[in-house]
């Protein structure tokens, strides 16, 4: 397995590009299921999360080729997808696939709003928290779907003449749950309205694209969507917007090395709130016309009170980030998470660099600390690893990140960026 090797203590200058979102190219990927014309998407990031989704959707049937060249298995290259779902083959989404990648589930809505049927193993727990699908069925179920349990995986089918629009209003804010109904509801007949659904802006570039395929969405951006679903929906190209939690990393980091940044392409209206606690700390956080600029020379980090909470709230996936940027704050630094209840993986890992960090319940008590030292440490997550390597960026001496799969999965060249802007880092490659 790969490891990074981290010596820390430089500063980060420069410039970084940044990538096309995950959390939106995965649901944009499903929603070719949706047609049987192309779909074109753009600024797809290259992360180990989209391969594994393209294999499982060649499964089902769809013919993906990458910036013109007929994609073969492996690490897929180059950013624009064509992806034709002419004929969806299979509605089988297995175990091994699905249980490899929560976001897979989302096929579920897509397959049964074409197909009529689909069997999708169910996704669950993962190291973050249990992580239930429930909010899925109720909002599938509300569409007309008949859904049963059996051995592992959801089997549902539509009554005749398929899925139907209908009011669906959701207990609990839940990402998953919204994208999953939004794609089924695109090709339900009459209208969908979803209330309390999250507004996550990678759920608005997934409605946006739906419209480009010819779906009739009200309320993009809002926690009302309107959906008026289609009997077939048209091809689009549409290109996946960046990534908010990528911008944030790397601001959190330039914030805990010092130095002076500019992330390019990232919009600072997809994580206001974030850039606003980041504002609190002490560092420059500049919107500029290429994107956004994050500057600290010299002073301290002020520590903040923070909690977690859906869009426009604090990211949870910028939870762990922010932990490690407050680890030598010049105070004591409180982060509640709410979302996940067991988001804290990266406390333990963190406390080996030296960090002083109190566990009760969902809220973590953080004591700056006068500075970290390298070790060695384990990736356990995906944004628990990134949080590992802020700290190791600021920690005086050398940090090896053990199991650094995990940051594979979501971050886009983490290494040639970071030392692009005089960071020492490597991977060490297992052979
Ligand atoms: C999405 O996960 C993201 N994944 C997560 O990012 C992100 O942390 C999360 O939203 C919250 O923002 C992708 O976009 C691929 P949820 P999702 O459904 O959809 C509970 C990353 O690091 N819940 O909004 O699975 C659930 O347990 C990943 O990129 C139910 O109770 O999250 C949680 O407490 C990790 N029943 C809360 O809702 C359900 O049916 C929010 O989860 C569904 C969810």
Same mark, same amino acid.
């Given at each position: 397995m790969d490891r990074i090797k981290i010596t820390g203590g430089a500063k980060l200058n420069g410039m970084i590009?940044?990538?096309?979102?995950? !959390?939106?190219?995965?649901?944009?990927?499903?929603?070719? %299921?949706? +047609?049987?014309?192309r779909l074109t998407l753009k600024n797809v990031p290259n992360l180990a999360d989209v391969?594994? %989704?393209?294999?499982?959707?060649? !499964?089902?049937?769809?013919?993906?080729?990458?910036?013109?060249?007929? &994609?073969t298995p492996g690490p897929l290259l180059g950013e624009t997808f064509h992806l034709s779902a002419r004929d969806i083959v299979d509605t089988t989404a297995p175990y091994e696939m699905v249980s490899r990648m929560r976001a897979?589930?989302?096929?579920?809505?897509?397959?049964? &709003?074409?197909?009529?049927?689909?069997?999708?193993?169910?996704?669950?727990?993962?190291?973050?928290? *249990?992580?239930?699908?429930?909010l899925h069925l109720v909002g599938l179920k509300a569409l007309g779907a008949e859904i049963d349990i059996d051995r592992g995986y959801v089997l549902a089918k539509t009554p005749a003449g398929g899925l139907r629009g209908a009011k669906v209003i959701f207990p609990k804010v839940s990402v998953g749950a919204t994208m999953n109904v939004l794609l089924a509801a695109a090709l339900a007949r009459g209208e969908t309205v979803m209330e309390n659904a999250a507004r996550e802006p990678e759920i608005?570039?997934?409605?946006e694209c739906l419209v480009k395929m010819g779906?009739?969405?009200?309320?993009?951006?809002?926690? *009302?969507?309107?959906?008026?679903?289609?009997?077939r929906l048209e091809g689009a190209v549409h290109t996946v917007l960046p990534d908010r939690i990528e911008t944030g990393t790397f601001a959190f980091a330039v914030a805990a090395t010092g130095g002076d940044v500019v992330l390019t392409g990232a919009k600072a209206v997809h994580l206001q709130t974030a850039l606003d606690a980041l504002a609190s700390t002490g560092t420059q956080v500049i919107e500029t016309e290429s994107g956004i600029r994050v500057v600290r020379n010299g002073a301290g980090i002020n520590p903040i009170t923070v909690e977690t909470q859906p869009f426009p709230g604090f990211? *949870?996936? %910028?939870?762990a980030q922010m932990m490690a940027l407050? *680890? +030598? &704050?010049?105070?004591?630094?409180v982060i509640r998470e709410t979302i996940f209840e067991n988001r804290f993986m990266h406390v333990q890992e963190l406390a080996r660099l030296g960090a002083d960090i109190q566990l009760s319940g969902d809220t973590a008590i953080i004591k700056g600390v006068r500075g970290l030292t390298g070790a060695p440490v384990m990736a356990t997550d995906l944004r628990a690893s990134v949080s590992l390597v802020i700290a190791a960026l600021m920690a005086e001496g050398? +940090?090896?990140?053990?199991?650094?799969?995990?940051?594979?999965?979501?971050?886009e060249q983490l290494e040639r960026k970071l030392s692009g802007c005089g960071a020492q880092i490597e991977r060490i490659s297992a052979g």
């Open positions: 590009p940044i990538s096309g979102a995950k !959390n939106a190219a995965l649901p944009l990927l499903i929603a070719s %299921l949706l +047609t049987a014309d391969n594994l %989704l393209a294999r499982i959707l060649r !499964n089902h049937g769809v013919d993906l080729a990458v910036d013109g060249k007929r &994609a897979s589930f989302w096929v579920l809505g897509p397959l049964l &709003a074409r197909c009529h049927q689909a069997k999708v193993s169910l996704p669950g727990g993962c190291a973050i928290g *249990t992580r239930p699908v429930d608005g570039d997934v409605a779906c009739l969405i009200e309320g993009i951006g809002t926690s *009302t969507l309107r959906i008026q679903g289609r009997d990211p *949870t996936d %910028l939870q407050m *680890t +030598t &704050a010049k105070g004591t630094s050398e +940090t090896t990140i053990n199991r650094v799969y995990h940051l594979d999965r979501g971050f």
